[in-house]
């Protein structure tokens, strides 16, 4: 049998990969992936949107030789079968060139080892130019004439990428410096939520800095670690010798979050869009926001989130693309998670129902009763059995009747659709504000003046103890049941 060598045609594949469909953030991430990998402390973002318009991207890494730079700007330079370093955040060997080129015509490639400097460019007006994949060496002269090389100079090692021509970003815009100035401040959102674990210097990872134009980017724990709860302990998965670790949390009640923590937890989309499976790949977030179709996104589960850590070793099973930013669990993986999902889904229906109190069990009585009908459909009533309604009765004979009809229009009087606008526009429940203990108290005390003698007195405390809201309330409880015991 005759071969033959056939390579691509480089101006057509070039022009075709820019098509991949990065977003600006993504990009940006994909080369951040490369200064993690080189053991960068801090990544420096710097855009210049008028004449001469660039972005670049400048690390303190370890920088790279001759024969490594030459292997990054090389289509296809790694295997994605090959295995990689267990803090490699890379894959397929096209990133940084598919990534950067997605967002312009030029990119060049600045590395610095001590006193070695080495510039790579590729630039698609002169490869299609020259019809074949003609890699630009730039010398010192040049070098000097990219943006921002003189910062390179003053670290020991270190990469400076610069995107310049940048075609993609102005196609379609009036205003490129406003519409540049709004695109940075997705990349600022994108950066801070997806290496989040990274600019927080979590226990075992070296803290990165990054920053666009000097000013420096906080992380986003989508966790809200210092206030959520871990409903269950880590379960530890091993998927052909590896380990993927998946974590639960529970956001704390909408109630309890600030204005402030609701929007940068919910971003745009409100946080019924944000619950799910938050995946990560080496501690860089991959994939958030989804329930695999393990269940659907709904109200009272929007406050589950669980945390999914795999190693990039698995990057196959998971199904990862090119731009990281796809990725789905395999079927031997996905049966676990399914348990550990409806689990964690049952208990922020619990968290949202019961406004973030613990439901000690199901002897608690409560104000409302959930009542599912026949048909499956769900209603609200008011309880009856409310020790404070059948005190109502005791006390006035012939009230239950006229009590029954009131909780009946306050039944069918609640704004249920205006309250489902209001959840699912994610806005604080101003109404459900936290009662003091002299209040509740008091109230008991007024409930007990109606009975006769100090054992009815002491029952109806009893009764009380275990209700809604004095359920929360024991001491103050006890204080009311010491002083009519004496």
Not at 65 to 72: K, N
Not at 362 to 367: Q, S
């Amino acid at each position: 049998m005759k071969t033959m060598n056939l390579p691509p045609y480089a101006p057509t594949l070039i022009e075709s990969t820019r098509a991949i469909g990065y977003s600006l953030e993504a990009a940006i991430a994909d080369i951040i992936d490369n200064s993690i990998t080189a053991g960068a402390s801090r990544a420096d973002i710097f855009f210049f949107p008028i004449n001469g318009a660039y972005i670049a991207i400048l690390d303190d890494g370890s920088g790279m030789s001759e024969a490594e730079i030459d292997r990054a700007m090389q289509y296809g330079s790694r295997n994605p079968a090959d295995t990689r370093d267990a803090k490699d955040l890379g894959r397929f060997g096209l990133g940084l060139k598919t990534a950067s080129l997605s967002q312009c015509r030029r990119l060049t490639v600045i590395s610095k080892q001590g006193t070695s400097v080495l510039g790579r460019c590729w630039d698609i007006d002169h490869v299609a130019e020259a019809g074949e994949w003609s890699l630009l060496v730039l010398d010192e002269s040049e070098m000097a004439d990219v943006p921002e090389f003189n910062r390179l100079m003053q670290l020991e090692s270190g990469t400076l990428v610069v995107w310049q021509k940048l075609d993609r970003l102005k196609a379609g815009e009036i205003n490129f410096e406003l519409a540049m100035g709004r695109r940075i401040d997705s990349v600022r959102e994108h950066l801070s939520l997806v290496y989040h674990r990274y600019l927080s210097g979590e226990l075992g990872l070296s803290r990165l800095r990054i920053s666009i134009n000097g000013s420096g980017i906080e992380p986003l724990d989508p966790f809200l670690k210092n206030k959520s709860t871990q409903p269950m302990d880590d379960e530890t998965l091993i998927i052909r010798g590896q380990k993927i670790v998946v974590r639960p949390y529970i956001l704390p009640h909408i109630s309890r979050m600030t204005d402030a923590e609701i929007k940068k937890l919910g971003g745009k989309d409100g946080l019924r869009r944000q619950q799910g499976f938050y995946v990560y790949r080496n501690k860089r977030l991959l994939v958030w926001g989804t329930w695999f179709r393990m269940i659907s996104q709904e109200d009272l589960s929007k406050l589950a989130r669980i945390q999914v850590d795999i190693p990039n070793t698995l990057d196959e099973l998971w199904t990862l693309d090119i731009k990281k930013s796809s990725a789905v669990p395999p079927a031997e993986v996905r049966r676990s998670l399914e348990a550990i999902v409806e689990k964690i889904a049952e208990r922020s229906r619990r968290t949202w129902t019961y406004r973030g109190k613990k439901e000690v069990s199901d002897r608690v009585t409560h104000v409302w009763n959930r009542m599912i009908k026949p048909d499956g459909g769900v209603y609200y009533e008011i309880n009856r059995d409310h020790p404070m309604a059948e005190q109502l009765v005791r006390l006035y004979p012939g009230i239950e009747r006229i009590l029954d009809s009131l909780f009946q229009q306050i039944e069918r009087g609640l704004p249920l659709n205006q309250m489902h606008v209001d959840f699912e526009k994610d806005l604080p429940v101003r109404n459900e504000q936290k009662q003091s203990d002299e209040g509740i108290a008091g109230t008991l005390r007024q409930m007990i003046s109606l009975c006769g003698s100090t054992a009815e007195k002491l029952a109806l405390i009893d009764s009380m103890s275990g209700v809604e809201p004095f359920l929360s309330y024991q001491e103050a409880v006890e204080e009311v049941r010491k002083e009519t015991a004496e």
